[in-house]
């Protein structure tokens, strides 16, 4: 279970980029996160993940506050960012394995994952090559086996499905259903609105750093009386003119 309370943030020339933010994302549910371009979804991600320190309010996950119980925190969870450019100078072995040693994945679980992992998802012949040579979809590939290896509890990923070829796309949504299915937290972010209302059970909708609604599709269409598409409800929902 992932807690926020109360959070705010803000930039330089940008005040409440997240303004008073309150979500609760229970277990066994696959929850999206929605909202039109620079409505705070990647800033709420990084404050959730201790990449951007939160101006008040806290942030636990199971029960760890991301500032003050950060390495407890930060070993229950998998994070797959929006931009996978990174460990560009590692070959895909190289970041998988360092993954393992962070995280203390013993060495044949490790291997065994690995090979399993990157054969699903078609890398499994490129590892021996440098993450700065792989296509944008690879590099997403290589960041969701990483959070695969060290099977952490909860799940944050922001717009992970972006860039994955169908099969790809098709097998991590698998993933996340089985993951949830077993009672963990899956959060992600995403503009896809078909998939949200496909996979998720639930999903949060931002705006302008404020939270809008949070429930389900069919609590939302109740709230807004309506038969109509998320894709409708959204717009209107976040229609600023
Ligand atoms: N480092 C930063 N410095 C200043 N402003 C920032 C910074 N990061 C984000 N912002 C601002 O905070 C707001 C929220 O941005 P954020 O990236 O969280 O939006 P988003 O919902 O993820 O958008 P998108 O869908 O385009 O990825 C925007 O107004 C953005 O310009």
């Known amino acids: 279970m992932i807690e ?6 803000d930039f330089p020339g940008n005040n409440k ?3 008073s933010l309150n979500l609760t ?3 066994g549910k696959i929850v999206g996160f929605l909202g039109p371009n620079g409505a705070g979804k990647s800033t709420t991600i990084k404050m959730m993940t201790g990449i951007l ?7 636990t996950l199971n029960g760890f506050d991301i500032e003050k119980n950060a390495l407890e925190a930060k070993r229950i969870f998998g994070y797959v960012p929006d931009q996978p450019d ?3 100078r590692l070959k895909g072995i190289e970041y998988l394995n360092f993954i393992g040693d962070i995280f203390e994945v013993p060495k044949e679980i490790r291997a065994e994952r690995i090979e399993t992992l990157t054969k699903q ?3 499994y012949d490129a590892l021996d090559d440098y993450i700065q040579t792989f296509s944008h979809g690879m590099r997403q590939k290589i960041i969701v086996t990483g959070v695969l290896i060290h099977d952490p509890d909860i799940w944050i990923l922001d717009e992970p499905l972006t860039g994955l070829d169908p099969k790809s796309s098709y097998m991590l949504k698998e993933m996340m259903r089985d993951h949830a299915a077993k009672g963990n937290t899956v959060f992600f972010s995403s503009h896809g609105l078909e998939v949200v209302e496909q996979l998720c059970d639930e999903v949060a909708i931002i705006n ?3 939270l809008i609604f949070y429930g389900n599709i069919d609590e939302l269409r109740d709230e807004y009386h309506t038969d109509q598409s998320l894709e409708k409800v959204f717009l209107e929902l976040t229609d600023d003119a």
Do not use: C, E
Not at 4 to 9: A, E, L, S
Not at 53 to 59: A, K
């Open 4 to 9: 926020i309370k109360n959070v705010t943030k």
């Open 17 to 19: 980029a997240i303004d």
């Open 25 to 27: 994302i229970p277990d």
């Open 53 to 59: 320190p939160l101006d008040s309010g806290s942030i």
């Open 86 to 88: 990174m460990f560009l």
């Open 121 to 123: 998802f078609n890398i």
């Open 208 to 210: 302008k750093g404020r």
